[in-house]
């Protein structure tokens, strides 16, 4: 380009003229390419967030926990109600003791879906901005108790005693917290705090309580029986005490497990996700069909299966009376769920709208189970 210096007229009108024309087509060239760049990366993103159907999945990885609370996943995979309604589809699965390492698992591809507890799925939508997973129907209801030595008889005596959860960040391990917190308590993460909270494996759990280690536990079954009956605790918090009904018209109800998705997988393959939740639907039915010494039965054989060692009959028929089974997630109590985790300082406030996705559930089940505002249904 000339560079014109003050006082120079010697730049010829055309050639100006030219210059001003070529300069104004470069702008405007810009502007369509930055239209364009714009318009694509719309596309490109809506298409991340909204992947189209890829058809049924070869291949559904579900992961679930060897605890009564999960009966429906033992009952649909070791029943084949699941593998029926896959299909094609090939099912691995994969058993966890507590819903955080089954997260990890969810979100770094390992596992496709998951039988958990809903305040880890509360997290993980919560730390990844309601991308990482989608809440697609309940399990199970009931079933937690906080268990402890015979001589504790009240909250007052729980100052400096030790107490194990399954796992930090777990369901049982929040309502531990957020329950200590309302009797005047204050428990830290680490471990310390009034009370000290062990985050311990199940099985290590029964051992360290037999050998005098632990003062109680707050555990789903069979594990509160197992400590009831096998090791001589005592029930100090049956949890179904602590749900009046107010957010859901169902008291004594709150939800201990329920089944999730990651949502790419779900928008990738409805299809796949459909057959689950019939398998999971039939599991159900199943469970609150069949009469009490079958139903024990069953669920005991596929412990077996998945452990290698099955429970006591007084373990497993106590544990049974004490959960209900349903494919409601009762989505009402997720707000107070929230703020139990923000109270025991292992997640922090979030709006939860999206968190469920209930429409494949209602269409299999042919009803209408509400997400109580927090997502689709």
């Not at 050998?211 to 090791?231: F, I, N, T, Y």
């Not at 139990?340 to 559930?361: C, E, H, P, S, Y």
Request: net charge neutral; glycine share 10%.
């Amino acid at each position: 380009m000339t560079r014109i210096e003050a006082g120079d007229s010697q730049v010829p009108k055309r050639r100006r003229a030219l210059e001003i024309a070529l300069a104004l087509g470069l702008v405007l060239l810009i502007s369509v390419g930055a239209v364009v760049a714009s318009a694509v990366s719309r596309d490109t993103n809506a298409s991340a967030a909204s992947p189209a159907s890829l058809g049924p999945a070869d291949e559904l990885k579900l992961g679930y926990f060897g605890n009564i609370t999960h009966a429906p996943a033992l009952v649909g995979v070791n029943q084949g109600y699941i593998e029926k309604n896959l299909g094609d589809t090939k099912l691995s699965t994969q058993v966890f003791n507590a819903g955080p390492a089954a997260i990890e698992a969810l979100n770094a591809g390992a596992i496709d879906a998951t039988y958990i507890g809903p305040n880890p799925a509360i997290n993980s939508f919560v730390k990844s901005k309601g991308e990482s997973v989608s809440i697609i129907a309940g399990a199970a209801s009931g079933g937690a108790q906080l268990v402890v030595k015979p001589g504790i008889k009240s909250a007052a005596d729980l100052k400096g005693k030790t107490l194990a959860s399954p796992q930090l960040g777990g369901t049982q391990d929040v309502a531990l917290r957020a329950w200590l917190a309302k009797q005047g308590y204050k428990t830290t993460p680490d471990g310390g705090g009034d009370v000290a909270i062990n985050p311990t494996e199940n099985a290590q759990t029964l051992k360290l309580f037999q050998d005098g280690k632990l003062d109680g536990a707050w555990v789903p079954e069979p594990w509160a029986s197992r400590l009831v009956l096998q090791a001589g605790a005592k029930v100090l918090v049956d949890e179904k005490d602590l749900w009046d009904g107010s957010q859901t018209g169902k008291p004594g109800e709150f939800p201990t497990t329920i089944l999730i998705v990651n949502k790419k997988f779900a928008a990738e393959h409805p299809q796949t996700v459909e057959g689950l939740l019939k398998g999971h639907a039939e599991s159900v039915q199943w469970l609150n069909d069949t009469p009490a010494a079958e139903k024990a039965s069953k669920v005991n054989a596929a412990l077996k299966k998945d452990s290698g060692k099955a429970l006591q009959q007084n373990v497993i028929d106590r544990s049974l009376q004490n959960i209900t089974f349903t494919v409601d997630p009762l989505a009402g109590t997720y707000k107070k769920l929230l703020q139990d985790g923000v109270d025991a300082g292992t997640t922090k406030q979030a709006d939860l709208n999206g968190i469920f996705d209930l429409r494949a559930l209602n269409t299999v089940t042919k009803t209408k189970t509400s997400a109580a505002g927090l997502g689709q249904d």
